[in-house]
């Protein structure tokens, strides 16, 4: 059995886990954290969450050795993000997919998961890691089109030169083809992809167009410090036509926005939500 690597670290630093707390206001009612490991989210006091991983604890601990003295939080449903079919159809309030997508060698299919879970308005909370301040720095970024043809055609066929290009760039070993093969047959969950924020957001507006997904960007929280390693969105399920970013790129949305639309979400996550939703759609076309 070959030995695990080491767990490259992806813990948020100080002003990271202050952007988490102030982007998981969005977070209210029951919902789910994929792959929450030993990091999970803090939530607010009227967010329920229930703990879904591949793999059951023991065998978790046993790829992550150097984590034997962490609490992890309890895989409460077995599944993954791409076979999410222990939940019903839009029974779900929020998803948190916090450093899971790149994880992820069909993450399309992972988005149509948790479009399919999601109540209508609901919040998607995503958090992925800027590459550019991150162990990922010599790895080329995902192409477009690579990702559209594994939602397509399967990820299988390329699965071993993700682990080969992961051996390269990021574990720098000088045997690169043997521990490439040492990482598939454990199956170790690696950054198959790497996004910048704008790369994601284009990712996103594509994987709309082709799985017929319908988010709109409510936040946006990008690195805020030279330490800060990871940019967050909040998604809800909801038809828009195009996601963007802030205009400047730079300035997090969620620090201004945030009040305004976490009032507006919960509005049209009540009752009187769908009586709203036309006005709510002239409103934003007559001003966008």
Same mark, same amino acid.
């Given at each position: ?29 029951? +919902? ?24 059951? #604890? ?10 034997? /003295? ?11 993000? #791409? ?6 159809? +839009? ?10 997508? #790149? ?30 301040? /991150? ?18 055609? +399967?990820?299988?066929?390329? $699965? ?40 994601? &957001? ?21 690195? #805020? ?7 967050? &969105?909040?998604?809800?399920? +909801? ?24 009032? $507006? /979400?919960?509005?049209?996550? /009540? ?18």
């Amino acid at each position: 059995m070959p030995s695990p690597p080491r767990l490259c670290d992806e813990s948020p630093h100080p002003s990271g886990a202050t952007k988490r707390q102030r982007l998981a206001r969005w977070l209210h009612g029951n +919902g789910i954290e994929i792959g929450a490991l030993h990091r999970p989210l803090d939530v607010p006091r009227t967010a329920h969450v229930t703990y879904v991983d591949r793999l059951p #604890e023991p065998v978790l601990r046993s790829h992550y050795p150097e984590l034997s /003295s962490e609490a992890f939080a309890p895989v409460e449903v077995l599944g993954t993000a #791409e076979d999410l079919s222990a939940f019903r159809d +839009g029974t779900i309030d929020f998803v948190i997919a916090n450093h899971l997508l #790149e994880h992820l060698e069909d993450p399309i299919r992972a988005l149509t998961e948790f479009h399919r879970v999601l109540r209508r308005d609901g919040v998607l909370y995503l958090a992925l890691p800027d590459p550019r301040i /991150s162990f990922d720095r010599d790895r080329q970024l995902t192409a477009l089109e690579h990702l559209l043809d594994e939602y397509r055609q +399967g990820p299988a066929a390329n $699965r071993k030169a993700h682990y080969l290009d992961w051996a390269i760039n990021v574990d720098k070993d000088p045997q690169a083809e043997r521990r490439a093969r040492q990482l598939d047959e454990m199956d170790y969950s690696i950054h198959f992809h790497v996004w910048r924020p704008d790369t994601f &957001l284009e990712f996103l507006q594509a994987a709309k167009r082709e799985a017929g997904l319908e988010f709109e960007l409510a936040a946006y929280a990008p690195p #805020e410090s030279p330490d800060d390693n990871e940019f967050i &969105l909040i998604l809800l399920k +909801g038809d828009s036509a195009e996601l963007r970013l802030p205009q400047n790129g730079l300035q997090p949305a969620g620090a201004a926005a945030s009040p305004w639309q976490a009032v $507006r /979400s919960r509005v049209k996550r /009540s009752p009187v939500g769908p009586v709203l939703r036309p006005i709510y759609r002239f409103v934003r076309g007559r001003f966008r």
